[in-house]
């Protein structure tokens, strides 16, 4: 979340530094600009490469991930900015360029902050829904009623889920089997039923 955080923060600050360009330009320039453009695109690029292997299964290694894609964004439009500066002698478009940039990074730190956020807060990740697991759920065999369902997300894309059933004259064991086959398919690879036999 500090992470995402972070990255909000500095696209803001590219944002208000962009407004404050456009009010008043300054001179660029452009080949050492585009020099320092081209070694940070290069850096964030390949350390995002070596860091974000598996970056979609973990909400800390994504915030990472971010952060870098985020500076190399910076970099690149940095760098486009200085080549049309050059070609142009438009300083406008270095404002221009970088207000776009900030929005494009706050945009993504923001969809990072939401899941960072629901992932604090245990609340039920994005793509579940409360009602089809619970049906799924009754529509076991043997089971009468479903209580004490709770789903959160344990980072990434893992969930998990915790539920008791009521069942009436089917085994514990083999119900058990089929709950977690059908919770599979659910996307739940991670879950713990409690099974409470009526006589």
Do not use: C
């Not at 889920?161 to 690879?189: C, F, K, M, N, Y």
């Amino acid at each position: 979340m500090i992470n995402g955080l972070l990255v909000f923060a500095a696209g803001l600050l590219v944002v208000v530094e962009g407004l404050d360009r456009l009010q008043r330009p300054e001179p660029l320039v452009a080949g050492p600009v585009a020099v320092a453009a081209s070694a940070g695109i290069a850096i964030n690029l390949l350390s995002a490469r070596l860091f974000g292997g598996e970056s979609h299964l973990d909400l800390n290694r994504r915030a990472a991930v971010l952060h870098l894609l985020s500076d190399a964004a910076v970099s690149a439009a940095v760098l486009l900015s200085a080549i049309l500066v050059a070609l142009s002698g438009r300083t406008e478009l270095d404002a221009i360029t970088a207000i776009a940039v900030g929005a494009a990074v706050m945009v993504s730190a923001y969809g990072l902050l939401k899941q960072a956020l629901a992932a604090s807060l245990d609340a039920v990740p994005e793509g579940q829904d409360l009602q089809l697991i619970e049906l799924a759920l009754r529509g076991l065999p043997g089971v009468i009623a479903v209580s004490e369902l709770h789903v959160w997300g344990l980072g990434g894309r893992r969930v998990a889920l915790t539920a008791h059933l009521q069942v009436q004259g089917v085994p514990a064991s083999d119900l058990l089997r089929r709950g977690e086959e059908r919770l599979r398919q659910l996307g739940i690879e991670h879950s713990t039923l409690q099974v409470e036999p009526i006589p």
